[in-house]
């Protein structure tokens, strides 16, 4: 009796993703915190402390806004774990299309994040919106456009049969 070939499903390559998200995140915290201050006039720790306020709250955007070690470390944390989670999302959307979806479509998810981030969150965070600008969507879709296309660029890829 001849075997029928099984079905085969790429999967996630998981160390891939985690590597893409950490050159993600430290791609769009550097953006942010050195590009877009020159863009919009202030200072990178106007921007640290926004990335702050999720889990310190509004308090921390008072002036003076100058060096915070705890500001800053929060800020980072924040970024990574935000970062992260949306790159596995992107490479569990992603994954079986190639670099050229992964580069387009991260970017097209980056958009969505912004979107997301400015548009509705900004209800529970209502200080996000005032950045609400062109340096902020250009972050965000450069992050998308990284985060896909390093993921694409790291994936090995990995099959397992479908039943």
Do not use: C
Not at 64 to 92: C, E, H, K, Q, R
Not at 142 to 161: D, R, S
């Amino acid at each position: 009796m001849k075997k029928m070939p099984r079905k085969m499903r790429q999967v996630v390559d998981w160390s891939a993703a985690f590597w893409a998200g950490l050159i993600a995140s430290l791609v769009f915290y550097l953006l942010n915190i050195f590009v877009v201050p020159v863009l919009l006039g202030g200072n990178m720790w106007v921007i640290i402390r926004l990335f702050a306020s999720i889990f310190l709250g509004e308090s921390v955007l008072a002036p003076p806004a100058t060096y915070d070690l705890g500001s800053l470390m929060i800020s980072l944390i924040t970024n990574l774990v935000l970062s992260l989670s949306f790159t596995f999302l992107i490479a569990f959307i992603l994954h079986k299309y190639g670099m050229l979806v992964g580069i387009f479509g991260g970017a097209f998810f980056g958009l969505a994040i912004y979107l997301i981030n400015f548009y509705s969150l900004s209800y529970f965070f209502p200080w996000f919106f005032a950045l609400s600008s062109w340096p902020f969507v250009l972050s965000h879709i450069l992050f998308g456009a990284v985060a896909g296309g390093i993921y694409e660029l790291l994936e090995v890829e990995e099959f397992e049969p479908v039943e």
